[in-house]
C-alpha cells in the first residue's frame, strides 16, 4: 500500500540560520516581491552617467571604465554576466569605505592595489537580489538572472529560507543549482542535510553525503554532525552509528555536539542506555570533556528508560565537577522519578533546586505535576494544576494531558473527561495532544463511537490533524477492527499531507495481519523501506507468521532473508518459527539451510520435527548430514527416525549411502531395537541387497550380544 502525504508543520522545527538586519526589518507586499527583479533589471543596474561608471569582472576587479569608447548602448545589461555587471556608484559614497567594503577590498585587491567588492555588487543590490529569488514564481529563471553575482553565503541565507518556509522542491532545486556552478561551501552542505532531515528525506541526504568527492567537506565536523542528526530524527539510529564509524576512518575528529547527537539517538532505541554507556567508552578515549548538555542528554537517556538511580548518579557527578545544573537537568531528574513514582524525592529535588538558587519554571513544575500524576496522587496533582493555572503557567494543554493520561491509566475515565472539559472550557487551545489522550482512552474500553466524536470535534476546531493524532486514531480503529475508518483515516493522511512514520507503519501492519491482509502488510513493509525505515524483527515477526498459516512458505522465507540481509541479529524463535513454516510448506533444502545455521540455539522438539519430516521426503543424499548437525547439538535421533532413512536408502537402492549412515551409526554407538533391525535385513534381502544383509548380521553378530536382547548395537 503505498502512503503518500507529505511533512506536517508541526513536525518540523525551524531552521537555525544567519539572521540579516536589513532583512529581518524589512517586510515585502506580495506586489512589492513580485516587482523586485524588475526594479533590479531596470534601475538598480542601469548604468549611471560615464564619469561614475564602472564594470568589474567577477572577482571585483575593474576591467572597463567610463572613459573608454565603450557606452551603454541602452539593451538591458545583463545581471549574472559573466564578462562583468555594471554597478551605479555615488560620488559621495565612493570616497566612503564602509567596513564591508573594506574586508572585501582585502580579500580581493585589484591589479592596481585598490580593490573593489567581492563579486562587483555591494550589499544593498546582493539584498534586492537575494530577496528577488526568495519571491519569485520562476526559480530557475531567476536564478539564471541573478545568481551568478551572489555570493556562496548568499545563497545560502537563500536556502534557509526556503527551509523555513517547507518549500522543500525549492530547497533541492536551487542546491543543486549552487553545485552545478561551483557556489557550495561546507556551511552549504550542513544546511541542506540538515533541511533534508527536517522534510523526512533521508535517503537524498545520505546519497548526497556518501558521493561526496571533497574529503575535506566529507569530513567536515559541522557537515558529520548534520549528517548523523539527520539520519537519527527519522529513526535510522543503527544507519548513524555505522556511518559514525565510517567517517572517522575517513578523517572526523568529533566534537561534543557529534556524541550529544548521538546519545539523543539513544533515548527511544531498545537497549538504549547499554549501548549508549559504550558511547561513552569511546567518547572519554577522545579527551574531550563532559559539558552540561553531555549530562542534559544522559539524564534524558535514563529517564526515558525509568533509570532514576542511573540519572541521579550522573546528576551529582555534573554537581562534582562543578558544573551548573540547570531547569533542564532538574526536569530531566523529576521525569526519571515520574517513572518509579517516587514523588518524595521528587519534592526533596524541588526544595534542592530552590537552596541553589533556581526558581522552579513551568517545565520543571509540570514534570514535578507528571510525577504526582504516575504515582497516583491525584490531589496533590491537581492542587498544582491549579497553581500553575493562577500563576498564568497553564496556558497550554501538556499540564492537563498529564493530569488526564494518570486518572486514565488509574480507570478514573469521568475524572479524565472533566479535567478535558475544563481544558476546553477555559479556552486552552490544543495541539491535539489532548485528543490524543482521551481518543486512546476511549479506544481501550472499546468505545469507538465517542472516537469518533472526538475526531469530528477536533477537526472542526483545527481543520486539520497532525502526526501524533494521525497515529491514535489509527490504533484506535485497527483495535476496533474497523476497517471503514481505517482506511478513512489514511486518506485524511494523505488529504493533510501527514508524512507516516514508523509508529505509522506498525499499527497498520499490525492491522493488517489481525485482518489476515497479508498482501497489503507485506506492501506496508515495502513503502516502509521506500521511506527509508529499517525492517526489524518486531514488524516483520507478525508478517512471517501469517504467511505461514495460510501456507505462503515461500514468502515467508523471502521476508526472513530480507530481515538477514540487514545485519540483524534475529532471535531464536524467528529461527524455529521459520523452521516450522518451511517444514510445513515442505520446504525441506531451504529448512536444512536455516537448521544448519542456527542449530544450536533451535529447541529439540522443533529440531527433531524437522529431522523427521527431512528423513521422510528429504533430499536422500545429505539425510545422514541432516543427522549429523542434529546428534552434534545433543539431541538424539529416535529408533523410528532411523528406520525411515534406512528403509529409504534400500528402497531406492542407496547401498553407497546406506553404508555410510550405518557406518555414522557404529561410530556413534547406536543402538537398534531387535525389531528394527529385523525389519531392515528383511529389507534388504527382500530387495536383492543380500551381501548388505550379511555385512549388517555379521556386525550385529560380532558385537558378542544375542540375537534375542532388546537391542543390538553396531560395534
Given at each position: 500500500?503505498?502512503?503518500?502525504?507529505?511533512?506536517?508543520?508541526?513536525?518540523?522545527?525551524?531552521?537555525?540560520?544567519?539572521?540579516?538586519?536589513?532583512?529581518?526589518?524589512?517586510?515585502?507586499?506580495?506586489?512589492?516581491?513580485?516587482?523586485?527583479?524588475?526594479?533590479?533589471?531596470?534601475?538598480?543596474?542601469?548604468?549611471?552617467?560615464?564619469?561614475?561608471?564602472?564594470?568589474?569582472?567577477?572577482?571585483?576587479?575593474?576591467?572597463?571604465?567610463s572613459h573608454s569608447s565603450q557606452r551603454h548602448n541602452?539593451?538591458?545589461?545583463?545581471?549574472?554576466?559573466?564578462?562583468?555587471?555594471?554597478?551605479?556608484?555615488?560620488?559621495?559614497?565612493?570616497?566612503?569605505?564602509?567596513?564591508?567594503?573594506?574586508?572585501?577590498?582585502?580579500?580581493?585587491?585589484?591589479?592596481?592595489?585598490?580593490?573593489?567588492?567581492?563579486?562587483?555588487?555591494?550589499?544593498?543590490?546582493?539584498?534586492?537580489?537575494?530577496?528577488?529569488?526568495?519571491?519569485?514564481?520562476?526559480?530557475?529563471?531567476?536564478?539564471?538572472?541573478?545568481?551568478?553575482?551572489?555570493?556562496?553565503?548568499?545563497?545560502?541565507?537563500?536556502?534557509?529560507?526556503?527551509?523555513?518556509?517547507?518549500?522543500?522542491?525549492?530547497?533541492?532545486?536551487?542546491?543543486?543549482?549552487?553545485?552545478?556552478?561551483?557556489?557550495?561551501?561546507?556551511?552549504?552542505?550542513?544546511?541542506?542535510?540538515?533541511?533534508?532531515?527536517?522534510?523526512?528525506?533521508?535517503?537524498?541526504?545520505?546519497?548526497?553525503?556518501?558521493?561526496?568527492?571533497?574529503?575535506?567537506?566529507?569530513?567536515?565536523?559541522?557537515?558529520?554532525?548534520?549528517?548523523?542528526?539527520?539520519?537519527?530524527?527519522?529513526?535510522?539510529?543503527?544507519?548513524?552509528?555505522?556511518?559514525?564509524?565510517?567517517?572517522?576512518?575517513?578523517?572526523?575528529?568529533?566534537?561534543?555536539?557529534?556524541?550529544?547527537?548521538?546519545?539523543?539517538?539513544?533515548?527511544?532505541?531498545?537497549?538504549?542506555?547499554?549501548?549508549?554507556?559504550?558511547?561513552?567508552?569511546?567518547?572519554?578515549?577522545?579527551?574531550?570533556?563532559?559539558?552540561?548538555?553531555?549530562?542534559?542528554?544522559?539524564?534524558a537517556l535514563c529517564a526515558s528508560h525509568n533509570l532514576?538511580?542511573?540519572?541521579?548518579?550522573?546528576?551529582?557527578?555534573?554537581?562534582?565537577?562543578?558544573?551548573?545544573?540547570?531547569?533542564?537537568?532538574?526536569?530531566?531528574?523529576?521525569?526519571?522519578?515520574?517513572?518509579?513514582?517516587?514523588?518524595?524525592?521528587?519534592?526533596?529535588?524541588?526544595?534542592?533546586?530552590?537552596?541553589?538558587?533556581?526558581?522552579?519554571?513551568?517545565?520543571?513544575?509540570?514534570?514535578?505535576?507528571?510525577?504526582?500524576?504516575?504515582?497516583?496522587?491525584?490531589?496533590?496533582?491537581?492542587?498544582?494544576?491549579?497553581?500553575?493555572?493562577?500563576?498564568?503557567?497553564?496556558?497550554?494543554?501538556?499540564?492537563?494531558?498529564?493530569?488526564?493520561?494518570?486518572?486514565?491509566?488509574?480507570?478514573?475515565?469521568?475524572?479524565?473527561?472533566?479535567?478535558?472539559?475544563?481544558?476546553?472550557?477555559?479556552?486552552?487551545?490544543?495541539?491535539?495532544?489532548?485528543?490524543?489522550?482521551?481518543?486512546?482512552?476511549?479506544?481501550?474500553?472499546?468505545?469507538?463511537?465517542?472516537?469518533?466524536?472526538?475526531?469530528?470535534?477536533?477537526?472542526?476546531?483545527?481543520?486539520?490533524?497532525?502526526?501524533?493524532?494521525?497515529?491514535?486514531?489509527?490504533?484506535?480503529?485497527?483495535?476496533?477492527?474497523?476497517?471503514?475508518?481505517?482506511?478513512?483515516?489514511?486518506?485524511?493522511?494523505?488529504?493533510?499531507?501527514?508524512?507516516?512514520?514508523?509508529?505509522?507503519?506498525?499499527?497498520?501492519?499490525?492491522?493488517?495481519?489481525?485482518?489476515?491482509?497479508?498482501?497489503?502488510?507485506?506492501?506496508?513493509?515495502?513503502?516502509?523501506?521506500?521511506?527509508?525505515?529499517?525492517?526489524?524483527?518486531?514488524?516483520?515477526?507478525?508478517?512471517?507468521?501469517?504467511?505461514?498459516?495460510?501456507?505462503?512458505?515461500?514468502?515467508?522465507?523471502?521476508?526472513?532473508?530480507?530481515?538477514?540481509?540487514?545485519?540483524?541479529?534475529?532471535?531464536?524463535?524467528?529461527?524455529?518459527?521459520?523452521?516450522?513454516?518451511?517444514?510445513?510448506?515442505?520446504?525441506?533444502?531451504?529448512?536444512?539451510?536455516?537448521?544448519?545455521?542456527?542449530?544450536?540455539?533451535?529447541?529439540?522438539?522443533?529440531?527433531?520435527?524437522?529431522?523427521?519430516?527431512?528423513?521422510?521426503?528429504?533430499?536422500?543424499?545429505?539425510?545422514?548430514?541432516?543427522?549429523?548437525?542434529?546428534?552434534?547439538?545433543?539431541?538424539?535421533?529416535?529408533?523410528?527416525?532411523?528406520?525411515?532413512?534406512?528403509?529409504?536408502?534400500?528402497?531406492?537402492?542407496?547401498?553407497?549411502?546406506?553404508?555410510?549412515?550405518?557406518?555414522?551409526?557404529?561410530?556413534?554407538?547406536?543402538?537398534?531395537?531387535?525389531?528394527?533391525?529385523?525389519?531392515?535385513?528383511?529389507?534388504?534381502?527382500?530387495?536383492?541387497?543380500?551381501?548388505?544383509?550379511?555385512?549388517?548380521?555379521?556386525?550385529?553378530?560380532?558385537?558378542?550380544?544375542?540375537?534375542?536382547?532388546?537391542?543390538?548395537?553396531?560395534?
Open positions: 500500500m503505498q502512503l503518500h502525504g507529505s511533512i506536517h508543520p508541526s513536525t518540523l522545527a525551524s531552521c537555525n540560520s544567519i539572521c540579516v538586519p536589513h532583512l529581518a526589518s524589512t517586510k515585502f507586499s506580495h506586489n512589492e516581491a513580485n516587482g523586485t527583479l524588475a526594479q533590479l533589471r531596470a534601475a538598480e543596474f542601469v548604468p549611471p552617467p560615464e564619469e561614475n561608471t564602472y564594470k568589474f569582472s567577477n572577482r571585483g576587479q575593474v576591467i572597463e571604465s541602452g539593451t538591458r545589461p545583463k545581471f549574472g554576466n559573466r564578462r562583468g555587471v555594471y554597478v551605479r556608484r555615488n560620488p559621495k559614497e565612493a570616497t566612503e569605505d564602509s567596513s564591508e567594503q573594506a574586508l572585501h577590498k582585502h580579500i580581493w585587491p585589484n591589479e592596481e592595489g585598490e580593490g573593489e567588492l567581492l563579486g562587483g555588487l555591494p550589499w544593498p543590490q546582493r539584498r534586492a537580489a537575494i530577496t528577488s529569488i526568495q519571491m519569485t514564481e520562476n526559480l530557475s529563471d531567476t536564478l539564471e538572472w541573478v545568481g551568478e553575482n551572489l555570493q556562496t553565503q548568499d545563497l545560502n541565507l537563500v536556502l534557509r529560507y526556503f527551509g523555513r518556509m517547507q518549500k522543500w522542491q525549492e530547497v533541492s532545486q536551487l542546491f543543486d543549482w549552487m553545485k552545478q556552478h561551483g557556489k557550495v561551501s561546507a556551511a552549504s552542505y550542513t544546511s541542506f542535510i540538515t533541511l533534508m532531515g527536517k522534510g523526512h528525506q533521508t535517503r537524498i541526504a545520505l546519497d548526497l553525503y556518501c558521493n561526496l568527492e571533497d574529503e575535506h567537506i566529507k569530513s567536515n565536523v559541522f557537515v558529520c554532525n548534520s549528517m548523523l542528526k539527520c539520519l537519527i530524527s527519522n529513526g535510522r539510529v543503527e544507519t548513524a552509528f555505522k556511518l559514525f564509524e565510517q567517517m572517522k576512518e575517513g578523517g572526523l575528529n568529533p566534537d561534543i555536539v557529534t556524541y550529544s547527537t548521538l546519545l539523543a539517538g539513544r533515548v527511544k532505541a531498545r537497549h538504549g542506555y547499554s549501548k549508549a554507556c559504550k558511547l561513552m567508552e569511546d567518547f572519554k578515549g577522545t579527551g574531550l570533556k563532559f559539558d552540561s548538555v553531555m549530562y542534559g542528554s544522559l539524564l532514576d538511580e542511573e540519572a541521579e548518579t550522573y546528576f551529582q557527578q555534573m554537581k562534582n565537577e562543578g558544573l551548573p545544573a540547570n531547569e533542564f537537568h532538574y526536569s530531566s531528574l523529576l521525569n526519571a522519578y515520574a517513572a518509579k513514582g517516587k514523588h518524595e524525592k521528587a519534592e526533596k529535588l524541588i526544595d534542592d533546586m530552590k537552596s541553589a538558587g533556581l526558581v522552579p519554571n513551568k517545565v520543571v513544575l509540570t514534570s514535578l505535576l507528571k510525577v504526582y500524576a504516575r504515582s497516583g496522587l491525584f490531589e496533590k496533582a491537581g492542587e498544582l494544576l491549579a497553581e500553575l493555572d493562577v500563576s498564568g503557567q497553564a496556558l497550554d494543554e501538556m499540564p492537563y494531558c498529564l493530569m488526564m493520561d494518570g486518572l486514565a491509566k488509574a480507570g478514573k475515565i469521568h475524572d479524565a473527561q472533566k479535567i478535558f472539559d475544563e481544558m476546553k472550557a477555559k479556552g486552552i487551545r490544543s495541539d491535539g495532544y489532548s485528543y490524543s489522550t482521551m481518543i486512546s482512552t476511549y479506544s481501550k474500553i472499546g468505545n469507538i463511537e465517542e472516537v469518533k466524536r472526538l475526531e469530528e470535534e477536533l477537526e472542526n476546531i483545527k481543520g486539520k490533524y497532525d502526526l501524533v493524532v494521525m497515529n491514535t486514531l489509527l490504533n484506535a480503529y485497527s483495535r476496533g477492527r474497523d476497517m471503514e475508518y481505517v482506511m478513512r483515516t489514511l486518506k485524511k493522511m494523505d488529504k493533510f499531507k501527514i508524512c507516516p512514520d514508523r509508529q505509522t507503519f506498525s499499527i497498520l501492519i499490525s492491522y493488517f495481519c489481525k485482518e489476515k491482509l497479508y498482501d497489503l502488510a507485506q506492501r506496508t513493509l515495502e513503502d516502509m523501506q521506500v521511506r527509508g525505515h529499517r525492517l526489524t524483527e518486531e514488524l516483520c515477526s507478525s508478517v512471517i507468521t501469517g504467511l505461514g498459516e495460510s501456507g505462503r512458505a515461500e514468502e515467508a522465507f523471502k521476508l526472513y532473508n530480507q530481515l538477514k540481509s540487514n545485519r540483524h541479529t534475529l532471535s531464536k524463535v524467528l529461527h524455529e518459527k521459520i523452521l516450522n513454516i518451511l517444514v510445513s510448506g515442505r520446504m525441506l533444502k531451504e529448512a536444512y539451510t536455516v537448521m544448519k545455521a542456527n542449530a544450536k540455539s533451535i529447541s529439540k522438539p522443533c529440531l527433531k520435527k524437522f529431522v523427521i519430516a527431512f528423513a521422510e521426503a528429504g533430499n536422500i543424499y545429505i539425510v545422514s548430514d541432516v543427522f549429523k548437525e542434529c546428534h552434534s547439538t545433543g539431541c538424539k535421533i529416535e529408533q523410528d527416525v532411523l528406520y525411515i532413512a534406512l528403509s529409504r536408502y534400500i528402497e531406492q537402492g542407496k547401498k553407497r549411502e546406506l553404508i555410510h549412515l550405518l557406518k555414522w551409526m557404529k561410530n556413534q554407538r547406536y543402538e537398534l531395537a531387535s525389531s528394527t533391525l529385523n525389519s531392515v535385513l528383511k529389507k534388504l534381502r527382500e530387495s536383492g541387497q543380500s551381501d548388505v544383509a550379511e555385512m549388517l548380521s555379521h556386525e550385529f553378530t560380532s558385537s558378542g550380544k544375542q540375537a534375542g536382547n532388546s537391542h543390538a548395537r553396531l560395534e
